[in-house]
T-cell receptor, first 116, second 113 residues
């Protein structure tokens, strides 16, 4: 089955630094990937749609300069949290589809970001 | 507006008992429907999906769901729950041809030994 790998699974960083999270589709090509944020005991909030070879599409209220997304290839999208602050601490999850009609989204295992 | 409602925030069942998790949606047409499960600190795993055809859908781990158009529901069921089923369950809807899913708020399942 389709596998999405997300790295790192957890990261602790100091306030003001930047953190990069990688999302890879291991056995399929993904033109489109999605980045979500999940607060404790809450549902997933879509942050942005990552498009291979073009700019990401951000949801309303998501700062594109704070959350930089790069989709450099058909198997890799990265989310960089720039100048991180404690309020950016959260669980970030990526997902991808192999773009076949009817194919569901496949999710990575998420990244727990803690900003101190 | 499109929306997904999972009325039960928490559900507790005894191991071996049957389970039904509710999901109601609001959508202009028949959407794609999904159930995902999330273990603590993990991503989401697809349990089953409905796109069209037979309204009773079989999934992994012994789960099934029934699409009822008249009730705008897609409830998840399992005849006998195992302790390993304890997790968070999310219902999601997606517009055909897109991948912008809308997720429900989730139902946390606790299983008593």
């Amino acid at each position: 089955g389709a596998v999405v790998s997300q790295h790192p699974s957890w990261v602790i960083c100091k306030s003001g630094t930047s953190v990069k999270i990688e999302c890879r589709s291991l056995d399929f090509q993904a033109t489109t990937m999605f980045w979500y944020r999940q607060f404790p005991k809450q549902s997933l909030m879509l942050m942005a749609t990552s498009n291979e070879g073009s700019k990401a599409t951000y949801e309303q209220g998501v700062e594109k300069d704070k959350f930089l997304i790069n989709h450099a290839s058909l198997t890799l999208s990265t989310l960089t949290v720039t100048s991180a602050h404690p309020e950016d601490s959260s669980f970030y999850i990526c997902s991808a589809s192999d773009d076949r009609e009817g194919s569901p989204l496949h999710f990575g295992n998420g990244t727990r970001l803690t900003v101190t | 507006a499109q929306s997904v409602t999972q009325p039960d925030i928490h559900i507790t069942v005894s191991e071996g008992a049957s389970l039904e998790l509710r999901c109601n949606y609001s959508y202009g047409a028949t959407p794609y429907l999904f159930w995902y499960v999330q273990s603590p600190g993990q991503g989401l795993q697809l349990l089953l999906k409905y796109f069209s055809g037979d309204t009773l859908v079989q999934g992994i781990k012994g789960f099934e769901a029934e699409f009822k158009r008249s009730q705008s529901s897609f409830n998840l069921r399992k005849p006998s729950v195992h302790w390993s089923d304890a997790a968070e369950y999310f219902c999601a809807v997606g517009a055909p041809g897109t991948y912008k899913y809308i997720f429900g708020t989730g139902t946390r399942l606790k299983v008593l030994a």
